[in-house]
């Protein structure tokens, strides 16, 4: 007999919301609601007025919610019955009617997950003119288990299995916010919860904004791989880079070494200038510069300082890298995340994706203090070349024992008056 009683009201509540007809209202100024609960979750509305004078309302469809979030409502299949208008705008539906009117629409997204059960709310009138009473009636496909509703004066479950509720002298402008909990699993739950649309709102967190931080994460471990592996001893390089016995490496040149080793580039190539026979005992100029001179040291022959020239040549031939590229690219980067945090959290939000690029760049801006100075092909030159065997004791490998920090064979270069000559030549050009 019990599942009987159920089971006939069950097809008494499908039946009585199926009809989705209300009852004319029979006062003036009051309003009559049916609502219906369909299977898919969304929640059939038809609702007749009566007013006395042309009354307006707004059915918004963002409604404030905890933590800085909105809940997004959206209304489909609006039909209007007797004298009235009805339009979207933006976030918001507004609705006039004169007389006797129903309204009929479908709302998605008023089924929320609580944890042990669902919970379907809704805001009703909100007309500007005072009612005198409003009537409604729920029907869902299982039977409410709870029921609120903040302006009503009455709210319960009644013989039939309908939900309904009663409020009497609504004023200007007041709505009925009714609240309906039903079992876990009557319907798929389909709220939409977005950041508010203000400036804390922005930096809600989000899943695309899960996915920038995971994706930072990532990005951090895989700098730190790089960073360690960048800081590893290099490889071995191709041909020409022999230690026993020492042999001069293919391209490589004394002020290379020189530089490398943080010496003084500019005596060794001049070193090197005068055994090739470019420079005299004294400094002067022997030959004018030609193809075989790289572009710092023509710039030893003519009486210059390298500078940045040779960092230059051995940032080209992938032995240094590039001092402050990669940190002016953090730099770089960290500016364009600024901006866009701004531009973000001024718009659509999700400014915290603007947060991870900053930090991003920060990130690389920090770690390019760490890279070493010279590239993995840079520290393997120095290693192959930091303990040979053996020097020739010739003069062709002096400007090389000097760039090495290696006794200078004694050979027929006068190598220490070259040098005092190396020096004048200093003091005339930065006096």
Same mark, same amino acid.
């Not at 003519?302 to 402050?324: C, F, K, N, Q, T």
């Given at each position: 007999?019990?599942?009987?009683?159920? @089971?006939?009201?069950? *097809?008494?509540?499908?039946?009585?919301?199926?009809?989705?007809?209300?009852?004319?209202?029979?006062?003036?100024? !009051?309003?009559?609601?049916?609502?219906?609960?369909?299977?898919?979750?969304?929640?059939?509305?038809?609702?007749?007025?009566?007013?006395? #004078?042309?009354?307006?309302?707004?059915?918004?469809?963002?409604?404030?919610?905890?933590?800085?979030?909105?809940?997004?409502?959206?209304?489909?299949?609006?039909?209007? #019955? &007797?004298?009235?208008?009805?339009?979207?705008?933006?976030?918001?539906?507004?609705?006039?009617?004169?007389?006797?009117?129903?309204?009929?629409?479908?709302?998605?997204?008023?089924?929320?997950?609580?944890?042990?059960?669902?919970?379907?709310? +809704?805001?009703?009138?909100?007309?500007?003119?005072?009612?005198?009473?409003?009537?409604? !009636?729920?029907?869902?496909?299982?039977?409410?288990?709870?029921? $609120?509703?903040?302006?009503?004066?009455?709210?319960?479950?009644?013989?039939?299995?309908?939900?309904?509720? !009663?409020?009497?002298?609504?004023?200007?402008?007041? $709505?009925?916010?009714?609240?309906?909990?039903?079992?876990?699993?009557?319907?798929?739950?389909?709220?939409?919860?977005?950041?508010?649309?203000?400036?804390?709102?922005?930096?809600?967190?989000?899943? %695309?904004?899960?996915?920038? +931080?995971?994706?930072?994460?990532?990005?951090?471990?895989?700098?730190?791989?790089?960073? +360690?592996?960048?800081?590893? #001893?290099?490889?071995?390089? %191709?041909?020409?880079?022999?230690? #026993?016995? /020492?042999?001069?490496?293919?391209?490589?040149?004394?002020?290379?070494?020189?530089?490398?080793?943080?010496?003084?580039?500019?005596?060794?190539?001049?070193?090197?200038?005068?055994? =090739?026979?470019?420079?005299?005992?004294?400094?002067?100029?022997?030959?004018?510069?030609?193809?075989?001179?790289?572009?710092?040291?023509?710039?030893?022959?003519?009486?210059?300082?390298? &500078?940045?020239?040779?960092?230059?040549?051995?940032?080209?031939?992938?032995?240094?890298?590039?001092?402050? =590229?990669?940190?002016?690219?953090?730099?770089?980067?960290?500016?364009?995340? @600024? /901006? @866009?945090?701004?531009?973000?959290?001024?718009?659509?939000?999700?400014?915290?994706?603007?947060?991870?690029?900053?930090?991003?760049?920060?990130? @690389?801006?920090?770690?390019?203090?760490?890279?070493?100075?010279?590239?993995?092909?840079?520290?393997?030159?120095?290693?192959?070349?930091?303990?040979?065997?053996?020097? %020739?004791?010739?003069? $062709?490998?002096?400007?090389?024992?000097?760039? *090495?920090?290696?006794?200078?064979?004694?050979?027929?270069?006068?190598?220490?008056? /070259? *040098?005092?000559?190396?020096?004048?030549?200093?003091?005339?050009?930065?006096?």
């Amino acid at each position: 007999m019990r599942w009987l009683c159920a @089971l006939l009201l069950v *097809l008494v509540t499908t039946g009585t919301a199926d009809a989705q007809e209300p009852p004319l209202p029979t006062l003036p100024d !009051s309003a009559e609601i049916e609502m219906k609960l369909q299977r898919d979750g969304s929640l059939s509305v038809a609702e007749a007025v009566s007013v006395s #004078e042309p009354a307006t309302r707004t059915i918004p469809l963002r409604v404030p919610s905890a933590r800085n979030r909105e809940r997004v409502y959206s209304i489909r299949d609006l039909a209007i #019955e &007797g004298a009235g208008t009805a339009e979207q705008t933006g976030d918001a539906v507004r609705v006039t009617v004169r007389g006797t009117t129903t309204i009929r629409y479908t709302v998605d997204g008023v089924v929320r997950n609580v944890g042990d059960h669902l919970e379907v709310s +809704w805001q009703l009138t909100g007309w500007n003119a005072a009612l005198t009473l409003v009537r409604a !009636s729920f029907a869902a496909p299982r039977i409410a288990v709870g029921v $609120r509703c903040d302006a009503c004066t009455a709210a319960q479950n009644d013989q039939t299995g309908l939900t309904r509720f !009663s409020a009497q002298r609504l004023d200007t402008g007041g $709505r009925l916010h009714i609240a309906v909990d039903l079992p876990p699993g009557t319907v798929a739950a389909n709220a939409r919860l977005e950041p508010a649309r203000t400036l804390a709102g922005a930096f809600v967190f989000t899943a %695309p904004v899960a996915a920038g +931080w995971f994706a930072f994460g990532l990005l951090l471990l895989a700098g730190m791989a790089a960073l +360690w592996r960048t800081r590893r #001893e290099g490889e071995p390089l %191709p041909s020409g880079f022999t230690a #026993e016995p /020492f042999a001069t490496p293919d391209g490589v040149l004394p002020g290379h070494i020189a530089l490398l080793r943080n010496e003084d580039a500019e005596a060794v190539t001049a070193v090197d200038l005068a055994v =090739r026979g470019y420079l005299g005992p004294a400094g002067e100029r022997l030959h004018d510069a030609d193809d075989q001179l790289t572009g710092f040291e023509r710039r030893v022959l003519d009486g210059e300082a390298p &500078g940045d020239a040779v960092e230059r040549d051995a940032i080209r031939r992938g032995w240094l890298r590039s001092p402050g =590229r990669a940190r002016r690219a953090g730099i770089r980067i960290v500016c364009y995340g @600024l /901006f @866009l945090t701004i531009v973000l959290a001024l718009t659509v939000g999700y400014a915290q994706l603007g947060v991870v690029l900053t930090l991003a760049g920060a990130a @690389l801006a920090l770690g390019a203090r760490f890279l070493p100075s010279t590239t993995r092909r840079g520290r393997t030159l120095l290693r192959r070349l930091a303990d040979p065997a053996e020097l %020739p004791a010739t003069e $062709r490998f002096a400007p090389y024992a000097l760039a *090495l920090g290696r006794p200078v064979p004694a050979t027929a270069f006068a190598l220490g008056e /070259f *040098l005092v000559a190396l020096r004048d030549r200093r003091r005339t050009r930065t006096g």
